[in-house]
């Protein structure tokens, strides 16, 4: 094991999800903000809102975006849980403001990728506080138990 012990292992097996588990540090995670800034300003709108382009796969466009995606503690935690033959297949950016009324629907990625077999690893990277007052996700496992 890289990063997880084998009781986060299993947590992760039984529940579906493991959390937190910090991968970025307040520099790194500020630095990214500031990339997503930048690029935000040089498309003059919020990514999450602009060209599918930019909401989807970011991390073919942006060099920032491939190297967060390849961030060694992210993929060591990955491979923990999968082995080492990680694929990067799509990255997402959910932009949801504090105290903002946007929300991203409750859902499973698995049925939007169209990978066969249903056995996939999301890696879920808070840049800022992702608090309650900031509007955190809900999670449900897959047992139906939050």
């Known amino acids: 094991m890289k990063a997880l012990t084998e009781q986060q292992i299993r947590e992760y097996r039984y529940n579906g999800y493991l959390f937190p588990i910090p991968a970025l ?3 790194e995670a500020g630095d990214a903000v500031k990339d997503l800034e930048r690029t935000e300003m040089q498309l003059g709108s919020p990514l999450n809102k602009g060209d599918m382009k930019w909401r989807g796969a970011t ?41 903002s009324p946007a929300f991203t629907a409750w859902h499973q990625d698995a049925t939007y990728f169209g990978l066969e077999p249903l056995e996939h690893v999301t890696a879920w990277v808070a840049l800022t506080d992702a608090s309650s007052d900031a509007g955190c996700m809900d999670v449900v496992t897959q047992h139906g138990k939050p």
Do not use: C, M
């Not at 992210?74 to 959910?94: H, R």
């Open 25 to 27: 540090t307040p520099q």
């Open 59 to 99: 991390h073919i466009y942006l060099k920032w975006a491939n190297d967060l995606v390849r961030h060694p503690r992210i993929l060591d935690i990955v491979e923990d849980v999968i082995g080492p033959d990680i694929l990067v297949y799509w990255s997402t950016f959910f932009i949801k403001d504090p105290k």
